[in-house]
């Protein structure tokens, strides 16, 4: 089966521009996930979705941060404006019910200059 | 709530000998247990989990670790290690606790990388 695919792999921006990422997930799985991971830290949830409804986001900082999943489908995470601190790679996952497993997109690496 | 402690952000080891990854974690009820490897501009790959069915838990690329609730630890061990071992390795906990939608929400540790000498 395909794995999760996210778009663009890097991207560079000034800050206080804006961007967005995408993630599409494996097929079938209902829960999606996007992660910030910090250079030399863990993955950080940001959001969580069940099909189009959100799930937690009690982490993502909302007066920047958004994100949607319409069609319950693919997911489009935006920030506007940036800032230097959100320089980090931005990771999405699905999640593989009943089995508990999470499996990762490749990741957007996003700096901020 | 739940928190993974990862001890050592670096641990370097030759080819060929015993790699011991360590990971501590704090969970209020019976933990779903995961190790994660991450290569260089990759994604997360899952290695294993535990989810009570067995403590000694044998995961891809020759990789196991054994869940011990009075030590609290879950930690990753691979007898001989290979160069293609050097990477990024995260623990991670769910206590199975349910958010408002009813889904899995693990916590990872900060990472231990893994450097394998020749």
């Known amino acids: 089966e395909a794995g999760v695919a996210q778009s663009p792999r890097y991207k560079i921006i000034e800050k206080r521009q804006s961007v967005a990422f995408w993630c599409n997930p494996i097929?079938?799985?209902?829960?999606l996930y996007w992660y910030q991971q910090i250079l030399g830290q863990g993955p950080k949830l940001l959001i969580q979705f069940q099909n189009n409804g959100v799930v937690d986001d009690s982490q993502l900082p909302k007066d920047r941060f958004s994100a949607e999943r319409l069609k319950g489908v693919d997911s489009t995470l935006k920030i506007q404006p940036a800032k230097l601190e959100d320089s980090a790679v931005y990771l999405c996952?699905?999640?593989?019910?009943?089995?508990?497993?999470?499996?990762f997109g490749p990741g957007t690496r996003l700096t901020v200059l | 709530a739940q928190s993974v402690t990862q001890l050592g952000s670096h641990v370097s080891v030759s080819e060929g000998a015993l790699v011991l990854l360590r990971c501590n974690y704090s969970?209020?009820?019976?933990?779903?247990l995961f190790w994660y490897v991450q290569y260089p501009n990759q994604g997360l790959q899952l290695l294993l989990k535990y989810t009570s069915a067995a403590t000694l838990v044998k995961g891809i690329n020759g990789f196991e670790a054994e869940f011990k609730k009075s030590e609290t630890s879950f930690h990753l061990t691979k007898p001989s290690a290979h160069m293609s071992d050097a990477a990024e390795y995260f623990c991670?906990?769910?206590?199975?606790?349910?958010?408002?939608?009813?889904?899995?929400?693990?916590?990872f540790g900060r990472g231990t990388s893994l450097i394998v000498h020749p």
């Open positions: 996952a699905s999640l593989r019910d009943h089995h508990n497993e999470q499996f």
């Open positions: 097929s079938g799985h209902a829960t």
């Open positions: 991670a906990v769910s206590d199975g606790n349910r958010s408002r939608g009813g889904s899995y929400i693990p916590t």
């Open positions: 969970s209020s009820v019976p933990p779903y």
